[in-house]
């Protein structure tokens, strides 16, 4: 379709990577990921640049540099951590790779291998269906009440939708949130809740400190505000926002962050709630997003926005088997970003070769998918921008989560107990206590990356 905003050009729409048409899938794939040069001289001089910039401080290289404070510890035990989870992870990624090259042998009438633009189409294709009335159960109002639910029982505060004064928020659908302490009914925090679409908004889902709490000097406490932003469009038909499980689980993860934030109680607001190191900072989204795959959870949310009836279990098997299908696949594409971000920031901020870098990661891990000279996709990967040398972060922050979750919750998802030791050894702290010493006290010990990345995929394994 033309592009508004930039005449001559066009966007290319998701539909192309689900075309039965190999040709058009491999002309999509090649025009998105086509190797900019002016992109990718950016993306070599950034690298260049933070290089110098670690040498300069002292650091043999920038993943020295940008994890000098991390909770990891350092670039060997990043080496440890990605290794161990290509260990654990690779049987079962071969084996749902081994599936969709079959797919594609029989239904193509090739003995090729697969090439990179027939992943999406291929595990689309084999995806478990389920039916689509499921979203009735899954309303934007039926889903926030089922999650207030959620914090009213774990955490012991609950959200109380609260009127704004003109001009207080910048969109008339925006909603606001005050977090209540349940016991006391003292207000924590305020979250704005921008989750409709509107033209020229951001389609992404995200969450924003807008005042960090911090301790005033009369004693009291500046109560935090963040806002969270989503993309969801109202059906049509019925005037509700009606969830995929994907965008559920979009909410339930910037949830996780916004409580971060209300639950903190630090001295200072730099390092409130989600202003951590950035190997730890996913850690309570992701652990929201495990308590979303737990059924016992998800039935307590997911009920018809029309009758209250809960959501019937052979709906929801069907709904989490098709939205977890495929999971090692994509945890093996995270992990070879995380591969190749790792290698790219550990070389000398001289003569850097991209495309070599990435064909070589490529060709180590992945073996099963073809290497197809000229796209580079890569250089649309904004992560090695923000996440610089820090990509593992989002599977190391997952694996810290499982092992929270299966220490803490995996019993009774809804324990008071639990969730109330969560709240004060953890999410009190924001980035004020080092998280090792929050993982130990939580843990009783600081658990190794061997047996993280062990524990990574089995959960996964056991919530499938």
């Known amino acids: 379709t033309p592009c ?73 035990d990043i080496s440890l951590f990605l290794g161990a989870v290509h260990k654990c992870n690779t049987p079962h990624a071969s084996t749902e790779l081994r599936r969709l090259q079959q797919e594609k042998q029989r239904t193509e009438r090739t003995d090729l291998p697969l090439d990179p633009w027939d992943l999406q189409f291929y595990t689309e294709r084999l995806r478990p269906s389920v039916d689509g009335r499921y979203r009735e159960y899954l309303s934007l109002g039926t889903c926030m009440q089922g999650v207030d639910r959620l914090f009213t029982r774990i955490f012991g505060v609950s959200l109380r939708l609260s009127p704004t004064l003109p001009g207080e928020v910048w969109a008339p659908d925006v909603e606001k949130l005050e977090v209540v302490e349940e016991e006391s009914g003292q207000v924590l925090g305020v979250i704005y809740c921008d989750f409709i679409d509107r033209p020229s908004k951001p389609a992404q889902n995200t969450h924003y400190t807008i005042t960090g709490g911090k301790l005033l000097e009369d004693g009291s406490y500046q109560q935090p505000v963040v806002a969270l932003l989503c993309s969801f469009t109202p059906d049509a038909e019925s005037g509700q926002v ?54 016992r959870v998800l039935s307590s949310i997911a009920r018809h926005y029309k009758t209250d009836e809960p959501m019937p279990p052979d709906l929801m098997i069907d709904l989490q088997r098709s939205h977890n299908f495929a999971w090692a696949t994509d945890l093996h594409n995270q992990l070879l970003y995380s591969l190749f971000d790792q290698r790219i920031y550990s070389e000398e901020p001289v003569n850097i070769s991209l495309a070599m870098h990435y064909a070589r990661i490529h060709f180590e891990y992945n073996p099963m998918v073809s290497k197809p000279k000229g796209p580079a996709p890569f250089l649309r990967f904004g992560h090695l921008y923000g996440y610089g040398a820090k990509y593992y972060s989002y599977l190391y922050c997952r694996a810290l989560a499982t092992n929270i979750w299966t220490h803490l919750f995996y019993k009774d ?15 009190a702290h924001g980035g004020g206590r080092h998280p090792r010493h929050m993982m130990t006290s939580l843990l009783g010990e600081m658990p190794g990356v061997t047996s993280l990345s062990e524990t990574l995929v089995t959960q996964t394994i056991a919530t499938m």
């Open 4 to 76: 508004d905003d930039m005449p001559g050009y066009s966007h290319l729409t998701h539909t192309y990577a689900l075309s039965a048409d190999p040709e058009e899938r491999w002309w999509a794939h090649s025009a998105f990921f086509y190797n900019e040069p002016v992109q990718d001289r950016l993306l070599c001089e950034l690298l260049y640049r933070r290089g110098k910039l670690a040498l300069l401080t002292g650091f043999p290289n920038y993943i020295y540099k940008a994890t000098e404070h991390s909770t990891i510890g350092g670039p060997e």
């Open 242 to 295: 009606l969830l995929s499980m994907e965008q559920l689980n979009n909410l339930v993860h910037e949830l996780g962050h916004a409580m971060h934030s209300m639950l903190a109680r630090t001295r200072y607001q730099h390092v409130t709630g989600t202003r951590c190191v950035t190997d730890f900072a996913e850690v309570p989204s992701n652990m929201m997003e495990l308590f979303l795959s737990d059924s």
């Open 413 to 427: 998802p809804f324990s008071r107990e639990a969730g109330m030791t969560y709240r004060r050894e953890l999410l």
